[in-house]
């Protein structure tokens, strides 16, 4: 399950959040959260070493322009930046906006992954007690406690989570809109120096 989760972590595959909920149902809960944060941390590192190794950056030319906008947003809040984005953003989407900022070194990029990871707490939880639906050995009032708390927590996962991605996407958009005038700015004056010519 951990080679399953960090294979689904290296862009441009996908099912990282079922991978991650299948930890979850197989292992139960806490112990489906060793290879969830192990995958996920290994899969960020190979993220990490193909784009700073391999030169991938030519991959990202089609957004170049938001992805700048990003890492100087995180240049500028510093670790507690690069912490939100972990929390709020996709981990694929986090794994390579740091990995392509030159200013980030390993060892930043590995602690803050591995505090980033334990997001994936909830995820986990999730695929236990889906699991916990399919045991039928279980009473009815544990069946309707598991739905009640499975509902329960979808509800406030989606609200925290979409919360974290509003804050970080508001955080862009701000550092966007500052090096937006500084661009028209420069613009200008060369269209001005051109007429005069």
């Not at 906008?69 to 972990?86: D, H």
Request: with cysteine.
């Amino acid at each position: 399950m951990a080679a399953i989760v960090c294979l689904s972590c290296v862009p441009p595959l996908v099912g990282f959040t079922l991978a991650i909920t299948m930890c979850g149902y197989v292992y139960g809960y806490p112990f489906g959260l060793v290879p969830a944060i192990v995958g996920a941390n290994l899969g960020a590192i190979l993220t990490f070493l193909m784009f700073r190794k391999l030169g991938l950056d030519q991959w990202l030319n089609s957004r170049k322009r938001y992805y700048s906008a990003v890492s100087a947003a995180i240049n500028e809040g510093g670790f507690k930046m690069m912490l939100l984005f972990r929390l709020g953003l996709p981990w694929h989407l986090t794994s390579v906006i740091l990995s392509t900022n030159d200013c980030i070194s390993f060892h930043v990029y590995c602690v803050s992954a591995f505090l980033g990871s334990f997001k994936l707490t909830w995820v986990v939880w999730l695929g236990s007690q889906m699991a916990s639906l399919n045991d039928p050995q279980l009473p009815p009032e544990a069946h309707r406690y598991a739905k009640i708390s499975l509902g329960v927590s979808l509800l406030l996962m989606t609200c925290v989570c979409i919360w974290l991605y509003r804050l970080a996407l508001r955080k862009i958009k701000a550092k966007h809109d500052e090096e937006e005038p500084l661009w028209s700015d420069s613009s200008n004056a060369t269209v001005k120096q051109y007429d005069s010519r």
